[in-house]
């Protein structure tokens, strides 16, 4: 039914790409120039160059999808970092896991996070079961796979807010595409 939705792994990778990135300066820029431009009377007028130069002052309307691009991105972003799984979150792949040192005590303080929610009627896994796993996981190769398959189920938890999380994201791609495209149909008009 949702396979369609990013796991939180792809919506990581998303929200790290140079473009989305980038779109963050527009949430500080756009407002700061609208309030500098609002300050000064519109049109502008230059006396003294021919009859008068006249120089509209508002923001482009690129601007503006940037910045509701930013807005949007944000969002996406918020998302994430609140409900994307915690073990998901911080780490990428089993290497990087026992890169940082962490190993049994790190999954069974996990699992009794997980107790905890289900004590509290959050979605988790069953805490207890994992603690078992855990407990029981002797070797490294049986722990990498547990390792993995908590990984994979956490992967794939909350598919409603994977699936706002990625409609933000791509709403905010969309918004840069039509300017990217704008500018594109723009140049060409003027080379033609």
């Not at 918020?78 to 990087?96: D, H, M, W």
């Not at 990625?166 to 791609?173: E, M, P």
């Not at 969309?174 to 500018?183: H, K, R």
Request: hydrophobic share 45%; glycine share 6%.
């Amino acid at each position: 039914m949702f396979r369609w939705i990013p796991q939180w792994d792809e919506l990581n990778r998303l929200g790290k790409s140079r473009l989305l990135q980038s779109s963050y300066v527009w949430l500080l820029l756009v407002p700061m120039a609208a309030k500098a431009l609002s300050a000064l009377d519109d049109p502008l007028i230059l006396k003294g160059i021919s009859e008068g130069l006249r120089i509209h002052l508002t923001l482009p309307f690129s601007w503006r999808l940037f910045y509701f691009s930013a807005v949007t991105v944000s969002i996406a972003g918020a998302i994430y970092s609140f409900f994307c799984p915690k073990l998901v979150r911080t780490f990428g792949n089993y290497a990087e896991f026992r890169s940082e040192g962490r190993g049994r005590e790190y999954l069974l303080r996990y699992a009794k996070e997980q107790m905890h929610q289900e004590d509290t009627f959050e979605a988790g896994f069953n805490g207890a079961v994992l603690n078992d796993e855990v407990t029981s996981a002797k070797d490294e190769k049986k722990f990498a796979e547990l390792f993995w398959r908590i990984h994979s189920d956490e992967n794939r938890k909350s598919p409603w807010l994977r699936a706002a999380c990625f409609l933000f994201y791509s709403v905010g791609l969309v918004l840069i595409a039509i300017v990217l495209i704008q500018n594109f149909v723009f140049v060409i008009e003027e080379l033609w």
